[in-house]
């Protein structure tokens, strides 16, 4: 059942890695760290509830790999992801003497992935990460492709860095202790990566949302692989976002604005839901997205249980503030990727303000 996906990025010095997929993976994390990175010292970032799960079992592991390793636990959470634990994680790091060839270990899902890996970008101007992650939107987004960073209260991840991980190991074994709104949450970001760039991924799942569970660990993991796969050919086209790695963020122009309205109540996933169908919509409305796949798509998301109407209490002045932030706008209007077809998107559509406010109405 394991996986191994190459991310080859060549630009300046080689700078590629792989994505382990393979259950039970967790348990060989010490022996993949000690094979490359002997005599190092590791720092293990996690958050609170993750360490409660694994943290024991992978520091232990590491002592027994020779290592001393030092763990840093942050309060589970998107709060999380914010200046001042961002400066008690360096502090830590830096307390417990850091070194250029160190090696941070994230381990947890995306709040502690883009959080450790914004550390690793920036402490004493950048250290190699290991990306660990354990929840499904970290294994088949966050952790795959760099992008690290933190939230300003004025809106998500808008401060951050490009920081390639030196290897990511996914355990699809440990989605089995996610509460079951986490697990829909990563869905969201497959049936995302499957709407934007492959038709017959797409029809995979949608034929088989009933198997898109934690237990179906052989499914899972050809799941996991697939789209793992499809957004690694992006980044190796695009690394940097200049174009084509825009598809992957079909779904989150309007979910990053509902997501920050809603004062982070609705999940990322829910959110990303909730803004594919609508900005389908508009594809729709424009003439660029046929009905039957706006439906098609309204129907995978809905199969797995994920929202895609905005809720009633939703404060939509806020909505429309944050979009007017969005960092991916031009001049305080944003532009969006639509979808044109099932697995094909296209990339800075600019859409007229009525037709935003309609689809929000
Ligand atoms: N989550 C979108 C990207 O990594 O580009």
Avoid: C
């Amino acid at each position: 059942m394991k996986r191994t996906i190459p991310v080859r990025l060549r630009e300046g010095k080689d700078r590629s890695y792989e994505v382990l997929i393979s259950p039970g993976a967790l348990a060989q994390l010490p022996s993949l760290i000690a094979s490359r990175w002997k005599g190092r010292s590791v720092f293990v970032v996690t958050d609170s509830h993750v360490n409660r799960l694994y943290g024991r079992t992978v520091t232990r592991g590491l002592v027994a790999a020779g290592f001393d390793p030092v763990l840093i636990d942050v309060p589970p959470g998107e709060e999380s992801k914010s200046i001042d634990v961002y400066y008690a994680v360096l502090t830590a790091l830096l307390e417990n003497r850091i070194r250029r060839g160190s090696v941070v270990i994230a381990l947890g899902g995306g709040v502690v992935g883009d959080l450790a890996g914004f550390a690793s970008a920036s402490v004493l101007r950048g250290v190699e990460f290991v990306q660990v992650p354990t929840s499904l939107l970290a294994q088949v987004d966050s952790s795959v492709g760099g992008k690290v960073g933190i939230d300003h209260h004025l809106g998500k991840n808008l401060i951050g860095a490009f920081h390639q991980p030196s290897l990511v190991v996914i355990d699809p074994l440990v989605l089995k202790t996610l509460p079951p709104r986490e697990f829909r949450n990563g869905l969201a970001e497959i049936i995302k990566i499957a709407a934007a760039l492959d038709r017959k991924f797409f029809s995979l799942l949608a034929r088989n949302a009933a198997k898109l569970r934690p237990g179906q660990t052989a499914f899972l993991t050809r799941v996991i692989a697939t789209a793992v796969g499809l957004k690694a050919a992006v980044v190796e086209k695009d690394e940097r976002e200049a174009g084509l790695r825009k598809v992957l963020n079909l779904g989150h122009t309007l979910g990053h604005a509902i997501e920050t309205a809603s004062g982070f109540s609705l999940r990322h996933g829910e959110t990303v839901a909730i803004g594919m169908v609508l900005e389908a919509r508009m594809a729709a409305t424009m003439g660029l997205l046929s009905i039957d796949h706006l439906m098609k798509i309204k129907q995978a998301l809905e199969a797995v249980g994920l929202p895609t109407r905005i809720p009633g209490k939703l404060d939509m002045r806020r909505v429309h503030t944050s979009l007017a932030l969005d960092k991916k706008g031009k001049d305080g209007m944003p532009l969006f990727v639509l979808p044109k077809a099932i697995g094909a998107s296209a990339i800075d559509v600019p859409v007229p303000d009525a037709l935003i406010r309609s689809v929000l109405a």
